[in-house]
Each structure stands twice: as structure tokens, then as C-alpha cells.
């Protein structure tokens, strides 16, 4: 089965510190998107490309959140610095064309900043 | 701004019972319509999806109804098992350059009891 591929499955950081999550995406895919979950707001959609260009980040703190995708088989979300605030499990996900047809979701980043 | 609500917030359910799942939609936009099931650890998975033409959708054991006028959709699991225990989001997307940006609803947790 192809799979949307997340690293690191799990970090813990102290509030300061920069945060590298990644995203491997369907071979494909190319829309990705960068959601984050959390109990109190559910899931809320950061930022997505298409064909590596940034579609839209509104959701996305800018002050302290980029994302990018170096190429097609990689995209990255960076936090710096990062805050209490920002412990939630990030997912990417990917999907073909526009995307509106069914996302495949990674197994998510689970962060916990202290 | 919250365009999808979702009821209940949770849902227990004996086995064999059939799990009733409630969305409603503010944006006429919307013209997409899918479900997400998501357990523990693992990302959402697209379990069935609605466009506004029809009324009805069925795959096995889950059933969408669509209701236009109303502007709500719920989703139906008959004979529930306890593996389909599990978090539940509806979500909706529009056409556009917006088209890929999934909303999501806040999310059902449903148990199914054996």
C-alpha cells in the first residue's frame, strides 16, 4: 500500500528550540498539506502545494512557521522558535490533482514542546 | 470560523446497533462531502465521500445521507462492530482555487460495545 511517510514519529523540545518535521508524500501526489490536530481546535489545515508551489498558508503562524518542499518527495515544516502552544500531533498529507477526491494522511508528528 | 458542525461529540453503541453520525454545512460552496475515520496513533483515513448531485451513498456497511435544502449530511454505520470504534470527522471542500482545502468538523468518538 502506498503510504504518506512522516519523520520524527514523536520529539520533545524545549520551548525555544527549532523544529524540523518531514513529510515523504505519495509518489504522485502533488498536492500536500500540512494539518495539526489538537483536542481543543480539532484538526486545522496550515498550509498546501501544488506541484511544490505554496498554494496557501493563512492557517500558519507566519512569525514563526515556513513550510516548503525542497522537491517533490520531500516537504518540511519548521518551527522557530517554538512554544508551549505549538504541542500538537502535525499530519501531512498528499493526494493527486487537486487533491479533492481523498487525501492519504501520514501517522502524524506528535510534539510536545516543554 | 467553524463552517462544519458535528454532533455528537461522542457515541456509544452495542454491537449490531447502527451509529448515527450528524453534520451541517454554513458555505453553499461546498460541493464536496467526505467522512474520515481515524484511530488511535494513525492519521485520518477516507472512509466514503458525498457530492451535493445525490442523496444517498452506500459502501457496505456505511451509508451517507445528503440532505441539500438543509444543508446538513450524516453518516450512518449499520451493524456496528467494536472496530469500528473509533474518532469519526466529517469534513466538506469546495470547487476553485480553494478546492483542496478540506474543513473538517470537530470530530466523533464512537465506541461500539461487545
Known amino acids: 500500500d502506498a503510504r504518506v511517510t512522516q519523520t520524527p514519529r514523536h520529539k520533545v523540545t524545549e520551548m525555544g528550540q527549532e523544529v524540523t518535521m518531514r513529510c515523504q508524500p505519495i509518489l504522485g501526489h502533488n498536492t500536500v498539506f500540512w494539518y495539526r490536530q489538537t483536542m481543543m481546535q480539532g484538526l486545522e489545515l496550515l498550509a498546501y502545494?501544488?506541484?511544490?508551489?505554496?498554494?496557501?498558508d493563512s492557517g500558519m503562524p507566519k512569525d514563526r512557521f515556513s513550510a516548503e518542499m525542497p522537491d517533490a518527495t520531500l516537504a518540511t515544516l519548521k518551527i522557530q522558535p517554538s512554544e508551549p502552544r505549538d504541542s500538537a500531533v502535525y499530519f501531512c498529507?498528499?493526494?493527486?490533482?487537486?487533491?479533492?477526491?481523498?487525501?492519504?494522511f501520514g501517522s502524524g508528528t506528535r510534539l510536545t514542546v516543554v | 470560523q467553524q463552517q462544519v458542525k458535528q454532533s455528537p461529540q461522542s457515541l456509544i453503541v452495542q454491537k449490531g446497533g447502527i451509529s448515527i453520525i450528524n453534520c451541517a454545512y454554513e458555505n453553499t460552496a461546498f460541493d464536496y462531502f467526505p467522512w474520515y475515520q481515524q484511530f488511535p496513533g494513525k492519521g485520518p483515513a477516507l472512509l466514503i465521500a458525498i457530492r451535493p448531485d445525490v442523496s444517498e451513498k452506500k459502501e457496505g456497511r456505511f451509508t451517507i445521507s445528503f440532505n441539500k435544502s438543509a444543508k446538513q449530511f450524516s453518516l450512518h454505520i449499520m451493524d456496528s462492530q467494536p472496530g469500528d470504534s473509533a474518532t469519526y470527522f466529517c469534513a466538506a471542500s469546495m470547487g476553485g482555487t480553494s478546492g483542496s482545502r478540506l474543513t473538517f468538523g470537530e470530530g466523533t468518538q464512537l465506541t461500539v460495545n461487545p
Open positions: 498529507a498528499s493526494g493527486e490533482g487537486a487533491g479533492r477526491y481523498g487525501y492519504t
Open positions: 502545494f501544488r506541484n511544490r508551489a505554496p498554494l496557501d
